[in-house]
């Protein structure tokens, strides 16, 4: 199970940072994600980062501004997000995947969360 917080509102070119929480022994063995979905829009890929946490990746649109990173011992994932944009407004939501390879589609995720909402006031 995985549970997200942190969402909220924020004005733009503010920061938030989401956090999300697993449950299970063995969250150390999962590629972990972040996607968003905005209204009437597919949900995308926003940043995943690796089992050690040594590799992370990026969609384009984020890359400079969000930082995701983990703590094991925790069984946590954070996204650090900061300069956001009205455009970001979204529910975010946290994923888990088995896949090593750097996975980045929705559907290489098999476990998600209910999702935080993020409201970028202009």
């Known amino acids: 199970q995985l549970v997200e917080s942190g969402g909220g509102l924020v004005q733009a070119g503010g920061s938030l940072r989401l956090s999300c929480t697993a449950s299970?022994?063995?969250?150390?063995?999962?590629?972990m994600g972040w996607f968003r979905q905005a209204p009437g829009k597919e949900r995308e890929f926003v940043s995943g980062i690796g089992w050690s946490g040594y590799n992370t990746y990026y969609a384009d649109s984020v890359k400079g501004r969000f930082t995701i990173s983990r703590e094991n011992a925790k069984n946590a994932v954070y996204l650090q997000m900061n300069s956001l944009k009205p455009e970001e407004t979204a529910v975010y939501y946290c994923?888990?995947?088995?896949?090593?390879?750097?996975?980045?589609?929705?559907?290489?995720?098999?476990?998600w969360g209910q999702g935080t909402q993020v409201t970028v006031s202009s």
């Open positions: 299970g022994r063995t969250f150390s063995s999962y590629t």
């Open positions: 994923a888990a995947s088995i896949k090593r390879a750097l996975p980045t589609t929705a559907t290489d995720f098999g476990s």
